[in-house]
């Protein structure tokens, strides 16, 4: 089990920018893929963005693609998101999750798939 705490997340103007750190506290940290979800009051909780075990590979969701990036330093045991050109519609509870993984490159969109999930860090876009 991978214990994920996040970090980052405030208070900032439409067009700026943002960098959440999520830590991970296991041994293992790169036996996961990571991914952040986010969730907007009244909607249900949507893909952000994945990286592989690796970090080889990527996927962000079409809504942040060019604006967001998913990276991560398996050294540090931390995955990041850094968030650019924020919009209001931005605004939601951001959460990082892990799965365990055996594939090095499998990149996973789905909450479902997911084992481990942090407590969040709120992002708010002000217009």
């Known amino acids: 089990q991978e214990q994920l705490v996040e970090s980052g997340g405030g208070l900032v103007q439409a067009g700026g920018s943002l960098r959440l750190s999520c830590a991970g506290s296991g041994r293992t940290f790169s036996s996961y893929a990571m991914g952040w979800f986010r969730q907007a009051p009244g909607k249900e909780r949507e893909f952000v963005a994945a990286?592989?075990?690796?970090?080889?590979?990527?996927t962000h969701a079409d809504s942040v693609k060019g604006r967001f990036t998913i990276s991560r330093d398996n050294a540090k045991d931390t995955v990041y998101l850094q968030m650019n050109s924020l919009k209001p519609e931005d605004t939601a509870v951001y959460y990082c999750?892990?799965?365990?993984?055996?594939?090095?490159?499998?990149?996973?969109?789905?909450?479902?798939?997911?084992?481990?999930w942090g407590q969040g860090t709120q992002v708010t876009v002000s217009s």
């Open positions: 990286i592989s075990r690796s970090g080889d590979v990527t």
């Open positions: 999750a892990a799965r365990y993984d055996s594939n090095i490159f499998r990149v996973t969109t789905t909450p479902e798939f997911y084992d481990d």
